[in-house]
């Protein structure tokens, strides 16, 4: 009789161990199959753990400096890899991956949904727009039950997360404090900062000073916007954050007070019928629906609102939070870009 062949566990190191672990290691992060409570076929068992372990490598000395530049690009190739390895997985195993109509996570509703695995606090998937990750405690209670989500030990896996990502913040101040005092010290450093500046760069990946990209989205929510020969301030918002509704008045404001200077333009990966459905105040000045968040993640958008002021020669002024520019600053860069 022949014995049945049971999946064999499967373990991907990604990492280089060179001398002591330095403190702003980031990460690791761990997904396992049987969270899923799925069955194989015609197989009347759940399969074995199927579990990925993804580590950073742990550098010292002068490669601690090359982690924290390209620790964000590092954290989006190391997601690819997961969901990637998730879908070898499935396939290697010979069972359909579970697949949902929709799944809804706080007031984002993702449609045609393919799960690709989870871990304590999140479910990987693809659906019709791309592959994402959502937190198990924003999901229905029978999903949660579904995925076996357990509260204390989601509870304890983001305190541990956090923990790595405060000791990498460390990690980059220190880097940028090192770079801002480096030198011999007696050379005084350029005046690169002047009254009518809104912020100055600490860094070269700051956007400040650089050509901002074409302000292009899927729709336009009324006439398109003309742009050439004045100040463009590009709002990204979304119309369940609180802090962009707040924020709508004051943009109203500056658009109606300096019309003729500049233009307010509102951007947003929401769809038309939520920015319909919004209470508060509404939007006064042109504004779009990039639906995939192209615009943000070129320009790295992680948190809203945030706006770029865009000068008429389209090199960015300012990005940051809006309650900066208030309508005195914008007087007087208005005034001084008129000389």
């Known amino acids: 009789m022949e014995s049945k062949k049971h999946a064999p566990d499967v373990n991907v190191t990604s990492g280089v161990e060179i001398g002591k672990p330095i403190a702003s290691t980031p990460p690791t992060a761990n997904l396992s199959f049987n969270q899923l409570g799925l069955e194989r076929g015609n197989m009347q068992r759940r399969p074995r753990s199927c579990t990925f372990h993804l580590a950073a490598p742990n550098l010292s000395g002068a490669c601690q400096k090359g982690v924290v530049q390209a620790y964000p690009y590092l954290m989006i190739v190391r997601f690819v890899l997961v969901c ?31 799960v690709l695995g989870s871990n304590a606090t999140d479910l990987y998937f693809k659906h019709e727009r791309g592959i994402a990750n959502v937190k198990l405690k924003y999901l229905t209670a029978d999903l949660q039950k579904r995925f076996n989500y357990d509260p204390n030990a989601a509870a304890e896996a983001e305190k541990k997360q956090s923990e790595n990502d405060a000791l990498y913040q460390d990690a980059l101040a220190s880097s940028v404090v090192a770079q801002a005092t480096k030198g011999d010290g007696l050379t005084p450093k350029p005046m690169l900062s002047s009254e009518e500046s809104l912020a100055d760069p600490i860094s070269d990946r700051s956007l400040l000073g650089k050509s901002a990209p074409p302000v292009e989205v899927d729709k336009w929510l009324g006439e398109k916007p003309v742009l050439e020969g004045k100040f463009v301030l590009v709002s990204f918002w979304a119309p369940w954050s609180i802090p962009c509704r707040q924020s709508i008045a004051d943009l109203n404001g500056l658009q109606k007070k300096f019309r003729e200077k500049l233009v307010v333009v509102g951007v947003c990966s929401e769809s038309e019928y939520e920015i319909a459905q919004m209470s508060g105040p509404k939007l006064e000045f042109p504004a779009g629906i990039d639906s995939k968040g192209r ?18 020669k389209g090199l960015i002024r300012y990005e940051g939070h809006p309650s900066a520019i208030t309508e005195k600053k914008l007087q007087s860069l208005l005034a001084k870009a008129g000389e």
């Open 84 to 114: 990637g390895m998730l879908l070898a997985a499935f396939c290697s195993h010979g069972a359909p991956p579970l697949k949902l109509d929709s799944l809804t996570a706080g007031s984002t509703t993702y449609s045609n949904v393919t």
């Open 295 to 312: 615009l943000s993640a070129l320009l790295g958008i992680t948190s809203v609102p945030s706006v770029l002021l865009l000068d008429p």
